[in-house]
């Protein structure tokens, strides 16, 4: 098909536009919901649960994305990038559809279930599809201004709570103050399905689907090159012997446990383990229940503590805007290092903090735990948030880059269900002990990435092969490494 935005730049931006757009949408259905878990009229429609049932309405959404990942799993490979983001649009229309006209635990429930599994979708397919659309010099900002945009999406979220927090609770409208939040979903999701017609097909799936002259025309179009231009070529060259290199017979789950010749299996649990890493710090804590945090464990009201969170959400996309830019030349590794060892040190201030509780230096202690919020969230948007999305998709080989994704990203929402499920448990029986859990993670994770994760910054999608394999089969593919950029990458450990 011809691309609806020309050749060249323009395409390039509409590519972008469009994946960030959908990561706006993403971002927007993990902020709506808390500010609205504190209002009557919805608190009246599911009863007024205790805290186990409130964690469960709010993180069945997150296992719906588990679901979605895993269906991506099944038909990803089958349908392609641009149909598999289609069609996780048309299951966020009609989850929120149901979720703005729920009236009922069951329904809710239901309904949010059936929403992430459009978000799952979503989030396993539109990374994957970014990268294997970008020149490697430029990928990891690319890509990295994807979450970048989730940022923009919670804080709409966040204040567009805010903002119907007005309506009265005893109005005869006091129901469109959750409904309709919610039911804006919708808006993005017909942008972004509006706009996947416009854009091509990844080549790198062309190719693996053997339409080699449908993929060839696409790397044409993204950088508006004849098919004889040397950096088509090069590229086209490069992905067929990258290809050949990986035909040991496609993903097949006892590549987890195996060794082949790409150690695929070892880049799948890379993945899990990074997107991992990007749940289990504790940010869901505050992306969902912030508000409910600051008026329970904090003492601020109601009001205060809705403002307060729409302030501390915009340190999410301000942070993320660092390696928006600059993550090209700040490496994969060491920001996650040294920002997971600074969110530790956040978690630990809030405990530390919060542990006056019922002294008679309660109050300032507490208000000032307030300052270590906003700095998470700016660590965290500027490393933690951002480099998991682009480390995921980069480091699996492509005959296992649509599977191998999709479990990565399960990752992130099984483990995201968990830390939502949880959280208010924790917090109400726990109090200030609870963020301890989030210091031992975080600094753990300094280590963890240390030693088992390589540096991928600046290599191409195939020359990220090339540090998974031995020197036979570089040679028997004829691979370039005349760079030097894998040794280096390889030896990337010794020297940090």
């Given amino acids: 098909m011809q691309p609806w935005f020309g050749r060249g730049k323009p395409l390039q931006l509409a590519i972008s536009a469009c994946c960030s757009f959908a990561f706006v949408l ?25 805290d186990s049932l409130l964690g469960i309405i709010v993180s069945s959404y997150n296992l719906g994305c588990f679901f979605g990942c895993i269906l991506t799993f099944m038909i990803g490979d089958y349908l392609g990038r641009r149909r598999v983001m289609w ?11 149901l979720q703005s006209t729920a009236y009922g635990v069951p329904h809710m429930i239901f309904a949010r279930v059936f929403t992430g599994i459009g978000t ?6 539109v990374p994957m599809y970014q990268s294997e659309l970008c020149d490697a010099s430029v990928r990891g900002r690319i890509v990295a201004s994807e979450p970048l945009f989730v940022g923009v999406g919670i804080v709409i979220a966040y204040w ?31 942008v972004v399905s509006i706009m996947i017609f416009g854009v091509p097909e990844s080549p790198r799936y062309l190719y693996q689907q053997g339409k080699n002259d449908e993929a060839l025309q696409v790397l044409c179009d993204v950088h508006d090159c004849g098919p004889d231009d040397p ?24 590549n987890l446990l195996q060794r082949d010749s790409v150690q695929t299996g070892r880049r799948v649990l890379l993945a899990w383990g990074m997107q991992f890493i990007n749940q289990v710090g504790g940010i869901n804590l505050i992306v969902y229940y912030v508000p409910t945090v600051l008026t329970n464990n904090v003492g601020v009201s109601r009001e205060m503590s809705l403002i307060l969170g729409g302030c501390i959400n915009i340190m999410f996309p301000v942070g993320s805007l660092i390696p928006a830019f600059f ?22 201030a809030v405990a530390a903090l919060l542990s006056f509780k019922g002294t008679s230096v309660e109050k300032p202690t507490a208000s000032a735990s307030i300052v270590f919020f906003f700095l998470y969230m700016f660590f965290f948007g500027a490393g933690p948030n951002c480099i998991p999305w682009v480390y995921v998709p980069e480091i699996l080989p492509l005959h296992a880059r649509a599977k191998g994704t999709a479990i990565g990203i399960s990752s992130n929402w099984i483990w995201n269900f968990t830390i939502v499920m949880i959280t208010p448990v924790i917090l109400n029986r726990l109090q200030w002990k609870a963020y301890l859990i989030f210091v031992v993670t975080n600094a753990l994770f300094v280590p963890l990435i ?3 994760y390589p540096e991928t910054t600046r290599l191409t999608l195939e020359e990220i092969d090339m540090l998974f394999v031995d020197d036979a089969h570089r040679e028997k593919f004829g691979m370039d ?16």
Wanted: proline share 4%; hydrophobic share 45%; charged share 20%.
């Fill in 481 to 496: 490494t005349e760079k030097g950029s894998v040794q280096e990458m390889e030896d990337t450990p010794e020297k940090l």
């Fill in 87 to 97: 069609l996780a649009m048309a299951f966020i229309t009609v989850g929120a559809v």
């Fill in 160 to 190: 567009f709570d805010y903002g119907m927090n007005y309506i009265s609770p005893t109005s005869s409208i006091a129901s469109v103050a959750w409904r309709l939040p919610i039911a804006c979903q919708i808006i993005f999701a017909i």
């Fill in 120 to 125: 799952g979708m979503e989030t396993s397919t």
């Fill in 231 to 254: 950096k088509i070529v090069k590229e086209s060259r490069e992905i067929l012997e990258a290809m050949k290199l990986e035909m040991d017979g496609g993903f097949k789950w006892r």
């Fill in 327 to 348: 993550l090209d030349q700040m490496g994969r590794r060491r920001p996650m290092m040294v920002l997971s060892f600074a969110l530790a040190c956040c978690m630990a």
């Fill in 450 to 452: 240390y030693f088992f």
């Fill in 26 to 50: 993403f971002g927007y259905d993990q902020g709506v919901f808390s500010g609205i878990i504190g209002n009557e009229d919805f608190l009246d429609i599911v009863d007024h649960p205790n």
